[in-house]
C-alpha cells in the first residue's frame, strides 16, 4: 500500500508524537507511507520524525482558511498519488474524506478524543460512512467511538497509540530524607485539571505535618499566566513550571510520583511514560487511565474536578513515600505487558491486513 498520512499539525501531542512508532510497523510490512500535516502550529512533533526518517510536510500556513488547506491537501494527495488516506484528529479527518471521495481513495480514520464540540460530533456523524474504516487509539475511545458514531465491528478496530521502551532506565527510588518530587507533563488547558491540581495542595495544607515536597509541572499553554498567579496568590512554593519538557524520560526519572489531574482523556500517553519509567500514577478516573492505573497496585483513581479528593490521596502517597517504589514497579510490569512492542505491532499489523482488502 502507499498511505497518505494526515494529520492537523505537528504540535507535540498525543496524536502526533507516536507518528514514528506508527510509520515503523506500516513500513515493517513493506508499506510507503507519506506523513502531512494541514498546518504546523509549533511543530514539536517534527525532531521525533527526522530522527526516524519521516519528512513531514506541512501544507498551509497557520492562517490558511479551510478552502485554502482542502485545496493544497487535494494537491498533495494528487501528487503523492496513495492507495489509502490515514487520517488523524477530526478537521484532517473531514478533509481528508472529502479528498478520498473527490479522487476515489479509501480513508482510514483514527479517533483519539474523548471529548468532540458538538459541532464536530455531528460533522463526524453526517460523514462516517465516508471512512472505510474506523480506528480508536485506546480501549476507551474505541468504544466511545462505537457508540457516538453507531459503528459494527467490521466499521471499527482498535489500536492503542502508546509502545513501551523495555530499555528505558527507571526512576531512582525514594531515599529516606529526601524531597519527594511530584512530576507532570500536560498542555497548560481547562482539560488538563491543573487548576484542579493547585486547588488541591491548598486544601492539602489541612493534612498537617507532610514530608517535604516539591510538583514540577511540564508544559506550556495559554492557561499558564492564570495558573502561575494562583500559585502566587497562595504561597504555593514548592510548585514549578518547568515550560515545554524535551527529554521527558530524563523529566520522569527525576520524579517519585506521577500526577494526572485531568478533566478528560482519550490515552493520555504522559502518565502511561510514566508507568514505563516505574512511577505510580495518581489520576483522575477518566480515559484509558481507567483501565491502567489499578487503585492501590500501580497508584490511585479519584473523581475528576474533586481537589479535595485529590488532595486527600496526594497525602496518602506523601505519608507513605517507601511504597511509591514498589507500586511504580507493578505499573511498569503492567504497561510492558499491555503496550509492549510486539503487542503494538500485532495490533498494527491486523489493521494493515484489513486496510489491504478494502
Not at 202 to 226: C, H, K, Q, S, T
Not at 315 to 341: I, T, W, Y
Request: aromatic share 6%; proline share 6%; with cysteine.
Amino acid at each position: 500500500m502507499r498511505i497518505a498520512y494526515i494529520i492537523n499539525t505537528f504540535e507535540g501531542g498525543g496524536a502526533a508524537l507516536p507518528i514514528p512508532a506508527i510509520v515503523d510497523v506500516c513500513r515493517g510490512r513493506g508499506h510507503d507511507v507519506h506523513v502531512a500535516a494541514l498546518i504546523r502550529r509549533n511543530g514539536r512533533a517534527v525532531p521525533a520524525m527526522n530522527s526516524a526518517g519521516i519528512t513531514g510536510n506541512v501544507l498551509a500556513a497557520d492562517t490558511a482558511s479551510a478552502p485554502r488547506i482542502l485545496h493544497a491537501l487535494d494537491r498533495w494527495v494528487r501528487r503523492v498519488r496513495p492507495t489509502h488516506i490515514w487520517t488523524s484528529l477530526t478537521r484532517a479527518t473531514v478533509l481528508g474524506q472529502m479528498v478520498g471521495a473527490r479522487q476515489g481513495i479509501p480513508v482510514v480514520s483514527w479517533q483519539h478524543n474523548a471529548f468532540l464540540k458538538p459541532a464536530n460530533l455531528a460533522l463526524l456523524r453526517l460523514m462516517k460512512k465516508r471512512s472505510r474504516l474506523w480506528i480508536g487509539d485506546s480501549d476507551f475511545v474505541t468504544e466511545l467511538t462505537r457508540k457516538r458514531l453507531g459503528l459494527a465491528d467490521s466499521e471499527l478496530a482498535c489500536w492503542p497509540i502508546f509502545r513501551t521502551r523495555p530499555d528505558i532506565q527507571p526512576a531512582s527510588p525514594w531515599a529516606a530524607g529526601e524531597e519527594i518530587r511530584i512530576g507532570t507533563l500536560g498542555r497548560l488547558h481547562t482539560a488538563k485539571g491543573y487548576d484542579i491540581l493547585c486547588r488541591a495542595l491548598v486544601l492539602l495544607r489541612a493534612a498537617g505535618d507532610l514530608p517535604p515536597f516539591r510538583v514540577m509541572i511540564g508544559g506550556e499553554g495559554a492557561d499558564y499566566p492564570a495558573l502561575r498567579d494562583f500559585c502566587v496568590r497562595h504561597g504555593l512554593k514548592n510548585v514549578q513550571f518547568m515550560g515545554y519538557v524535551e527529554d521527558t524520560a530524563a523529566f520522569l526519572r527525576s520524579c517519585h510520583l506521577y500526577v494526572q489531574p485531568s478533566r478528560r482523556e482519550g490515552f493520555c500517553i504522559a502518565a502511561h511514560e510514566a508507568m514505563n519509567t516505574g512511577l505510580p500514577v495518581l489520576a483522575s478516573n477518566v480515559g484509558e487511565m481507567s483501565h491502567s492505573v489499578q487503585d492501590g497496585v500501580t497508584g490511585w483513581k479519584i473523581r475528576p474536578q474533586r481537589p479535595q479528593e485529590l488532595a486527600d490521596a496526594l497525602a496518602v502517597a506523601l505519608r507513605h513515600p517507601e511504597q511509591l517504589a514498589a507500586m511504580g514497579q507493578a505499573g511498569r510490569d503492567l504497561v510492558m505487558q499491555r503496550f509492549s512492542p510486539a503487542a503494538f505491532a500485532q495490533a498494527g499489523e491486523a489493521i494493515l491486513q484489513r486496510m489491504e482488502t478494502l
